[in-house]
Structure formats: C-alpha cells, structure tokens
C-alpha cells in the first residue's frame, strides 16, 4: 500500500512538473487569481525547460566538484598521515556553510565576472560539509574487525580502501551526496542575481513586478525537482547499497 502511495505521489509530481516545463499554459486559470493589473499569468520571457536546464547544470557540475573534493579530504583525514588536518578540513568544509551564498557571491563576482563561475564558486563551497562529514563518518565507521581480516588477507593501503573502507561507507557518502545536491538545487535560485542561466530569473521577475503567479511558478520547479531527484538518488542508493550486499532485498 505504501509502494503504490508512494509511486503515485511520485508519477504526480513527475507530472506536475512537465507540465509546469513544457505546458505551463495548460495552468494559466490557476495562475491568473495571483496577478494584479492584469499582468501576464504564465512567464514567457524565456523557456522555463530552458531555464530548468540550466539551473540543473549549475548543480551538477558545482556537485561533482564538491564531491571530488570533500571524498578526496575525507578520504586523506581518515588515514593517520593526514589525521591531524581533520580539525582544519572540517573548519575549510563548515565555513562554505557559514558564509551566505549571496556573500560569497558578492566577493566572486569582482574577481570572476558575472555569470556561472561565481555562483558555481557559491555552490561547490555550500555542498563540500555534508558530504565529507558523511564521508569521515562512513569511513570511521568501518569495524575495526574488517580492517584487521582484510590485512591478514594480504591486502595494501590502497586496497584496503578501495576493496572495504570505501564500499562499507558508500551509503553514508550517497546520504551526503543526496543533502548536498537537494541543498545545492534550492540555493541555485540566487545565481539570477548575477546573470546565471536558472529558474531564479522567473522568481525574481515575480518580485520585482509583484507577481505572485511568477513566484509560484519558479518556486514550484524547483521543489519539484528537489523532491523527485532526492528521491531518484534515494532509490538508485537502495540499488547501489542492495548490489554491494550492505542492504537486504
């Protein structure tokens, strides 16, 4: 009962969300109650699949940056030549979530222009936390009796951590992954404000001509997309998991 809930919820707002992307005017009775002065109900000043794109592409590429680098940290505080930069590493990965992305983006901007780089920039430092705390966390959480089995099997360093540590922490790093990537894709909305291609051009539009119908509909994608790619990634972490042997069918 619940798979089917669960599946009909998710074919909804799959197609809510096309909807919204490709035929929004379909939408346009609902919409036009939340404009004033008979302003227009639906956004055409650019394609909202157009805009969609392109807000996901700032996501995607900010995200596998973040990933690189924040698995690749975790990886190297988790070994005992690099264990003394834990304290460091967290602090570098906390303050990417302690200065607000429009500050960061008020300091990139001078020095990158506007566009794509500095709000990439903004984005790869708002994803590095949850996915290297997720990664220290997965790897410290390898039993001690598994690390000590797999070096009486003979195996190396690099072995060891490709064959057990990794595999065993894969789940807690996709967790990260998945807050990482459902952070980035709402806080992606602000690249607007400084010429990036995305869907905070149609929420800032709204704000600006006070067009709550524009509001709306910004707002809507982007939780839409948030909630269905969280739950793909949450499904393709099941499989993963399930292969690996770390997850009962």
Same mark, same amino acid.
């Given at each position: ?35 004033n ?51 460091l ?87 990260g992954?998945?807050? &990482?990537?459902? %952070?980035?894709?709402? +806080? $992606?909305? #602000? ?6 291609? @995305? !869907?905070?051009? /149609?929420?800032? &539009?709204?704000? %600006?001509?006070?067009? +709550? $119908?524009? #509001? ?6 982007? @939780? !839409?997309?948030? /909630? ?8 393709a972490?099941?499989? #993963?998991?399930?292969k ?5 069918d």
């Amino acid at each position: 009962m619940k798979l089917l809930a669960a599946n009909g919820f998710r074919l909804a707002a799959l197609a809510l969300l096309l909807i919204l992307l490709f035929r929004t005017e379909w939408l346009a009775p609902l919409f036009i109650p939340l404009t004033n002065n008979n302003a227009p109900p639906i956004y055409t000043q650019n394609s909202l699949a157009s805009l969609a794109a392109g807000h996901l592409e700032l996501v995607l590429i900010s995200i596998a940056a973040s990933s690189v680098l924040a698995v690749l940290g975790g990886i190297f505080v988790t070994r005992s030549s690099g264990a003394e930069f834990l304290p460091l590493s967290r602090a570098i990965a906390n303050a990417g979530q302690t200065f607000p992305p429009v500050a960061v983006l008020a300091i990139a901007v001078p020095a990158t222009g506007f566009g794509m780089a500095p709000t990439l920039i903004a984005l790869f430092l708002y994803g590095l936390l949850p996915i290297f705390e997720n990664t220290v966390s997965g790897l410290k959480q390898v039993p001690p009796a598994v690390l000590d089995a797999a070096d009486g099997m003979g195996m190396n360093t690099r072995q060891r951590l490709i064959s057990v540590e990794l595999p065993l922490a894969m789940p807690l790093i996709l967790e990260g992954l998945k807050v &990482a990537t459902v %952070i980035n894709i709402g +806080t $992606a909305t #602000i690249g607007s404000t400084v010429a990036a291609k @995305g !869907l905070g051009e /149609v929420i800032i &539009a709204g704000l %600006i001509s006070d067009n +709550t $119908a524009f #509001i709306l509909q910004g707002g809507l994608i982007v @939780g !839409l997309m948030a /909630v269905l790619i969280y739950d793909v990634m949450g499904l393709a972490e099941s499989a #993963i998991t399930r292969k690996m042997g770390l997850r009962a069918d």
